[in-house]
């Protein structure tokens, strides 16, 4: 995994220490309605995971990125959470149980670009779901009109000791793939100088619609609609960020 690394995962939870209280609050609705144990692919440092947790919620993470489970760690120390999580990409997945409700948070599954492996990660999440389990994620859809591209630009958050870490990127929409490839980097600036810089690939996959609605058939699953992301309703026209649902079969 080239994203996600040790600068990235500071910024990244200077940045989104908690969870959004409304999407959490539809997460948890649905964790209360779920038999079964719960699993989050993609759970990151765990701010919609480790809340579940303290509901006293039998939920599993798994992430690829192994600083971000590091992050997520010590937080539960923090909270005195002792986390069930594991680092594997989702379409490698394989653990030792079967989950009646499984989520991802956000657009996180438009990080899985190549279509072959998102179809396997689908199959793997069915793979592990009893029947009858719903399974919700988010995704970025459509296809935009034409070529884009952005500059530099970016913002900095400010670690306890003071440090600086600066995020910035650069990228364009590959309109042919209906990708966004950018190149993110992240600086550690301490007292004017700075200490470490990491770059990293920041890459989305816009899908489209129908194809997602067919992948999830072919891995398994049934009764599939797409939501307005955080609503219980469908999404609007244009909208380039939503849910998809569906019942594995
Ligand atoms: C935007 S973060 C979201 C983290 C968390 N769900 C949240 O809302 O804070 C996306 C996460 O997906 C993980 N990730 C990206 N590609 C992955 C893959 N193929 N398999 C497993 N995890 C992956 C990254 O390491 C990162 O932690």
């Known amino acids: 995994l080239n994203s996600y690394l040790k600068l990235c995962t500071e910024f990244y939870n200077i940045d989104k220490p908690y969870a959004w209280p409304n999407t959490l609050a539809f997460i948890l609705d649905m964790v209360r309605n779920a038999s079964g144990p719960i699993l989050e692919p993609m759970c990151g440092s765990g701010r919609y995971l480790l809340p579940i947790v303290a509901e006293g919620f039998d939920i599993e993470g798994v992430d690829a990125s192994p600083y971000m489970l590091a992050a997520l ?8 959470i ?3 999580v594991s680092q594997q990409f989702l379409h490698e997945m394989s ?56 500059p530099w630009g970016g913002r900095w958050v400010t670690r306890p000791d ?24 992240y600086e550690l600036i301490l007292d004017g100088k700075l200490i470490d810089t990491e770059f990293e690939s920041f890459d989305l996959r816009y899908y489209d619609v129908a194809d997602m609605v067919q992948m999830l058939r072919s891995a398994g699953f049934a009764e599939i609609e797409t939501l307005k992301a955080h609503a219980h309703r469908p999404p609007d026209e244009g909208d380039d960020e939503i849910l998809f649902t569906a019942v594995a079969n």
Request: hydrophobic share 35%.
């Open 73 to 80: 760690k010590e937080t539960a120390k923090t909270r005195n």
């Open 162 to 185: 003071g440090a600086t870490i600066l995020g910035t990127g650069l990228g364009y929409y590959d309109v042919q793939d209906g990708v966004s490839r950018s190149i993110g980097r």
């Open 95 to 150: 653990l030792d149980r079967q989950f009646g409700f499984v989520f991802i948070q956000d657009a996180s599954f438009s990080l899985i670009t190549d279509r072959e492996q998102a179809q396997e990660s689908l199959r793997r999440i069915r793979h592990h779901m009893a029947e009858g389990g719903r399974f919700i994620f988010g995704a970025c859809v459509g296809k935009k009109a034409g070529a884009q591209s952005w």
């Open 82 to 84: 002792v986390p069930r």
